[in-house]
């Protein structure tokens, strides 16, 4: 069985805003990113628009573990305080050939409460300022008008439109 642990030492990141945390994925978390997924209202904005399976969620969390330990960030686990679960994810990733890119998905009963923005914000604080990343870059669908707002409120202005490497289409923003 291969070991999707991270090895030791590892950097550690973590951000906490008034109601949520962002820490590293666990292997634990393998089946509530599926979870999420598998709600159509949430993967039609991620990547192809499919759910996750179970072994491309693994291989999610075991590159998040690779680019901590080489980046000193990836994506993580977005855990709303109040009740200790996992809503969602974000962070910084580090896509080959662009910018450090911003991202962040929740699941669907977490949406219009203000936690894609309170988190964005927290995210890009972190980036821009203890990180010292000069430019952020941001990946949206064109009809994602709630995330467009939120990078918009941030900051983040377009860059480009066109489509992504699914065919699908895709606005680049950029910030910084």
């Known amino acids: 069985m291969e070991n999707t642990q991270p090895s030791s030492p590892i950097k550690t990141y973590a951000l906490e805003t008034q109601r949520l945390v962002l820490r590293p994925f666990s292997t634990a978390d393998t089946h509530r990113i599926v979870q999420i997924f598998a709600d159509p209202r949430v993967s039609k904005w991620v990547d192809d628009g499919t759910p996750l399976s179970e072994d491309q969620a693994k291989r999610w969390i075991a590159a998040s573990f690779a680019s901590v330990e080489k980046n000193g960030t990836s994506a993580g686990a977005i855990i709303e305080k109040n009740t200790g679960q996992m ?80 065919g699908l289409p895709t606005d680049v923003y950029h910030l910084g």
Do not use: M
Request: charged fraction near 20%; charge should be neutral.
């Open 87 to 166: 809503i969602g994810w974000g962070g910084i990733v580090h896509p080959q050939g662009t910018s450090p890119e911003i991202i962040y998905g929740l699941e669907y009963a977490a949406w219009g409460n203000g936690y894609a923005k309170e988190i964005a914000t927290a995210i890009v604080k972190n980036g821009l300022g203890i990180l010292k990343i000069n430019r952020l870059r941001a990946t949206v669908d064109p009809e994602n008008i709630a995330s467009i707002k939120i990078l918009r409120s941030l900051g983040f202005q377009l860059i480009s439109s066109g489509l992504d490497e699914n």
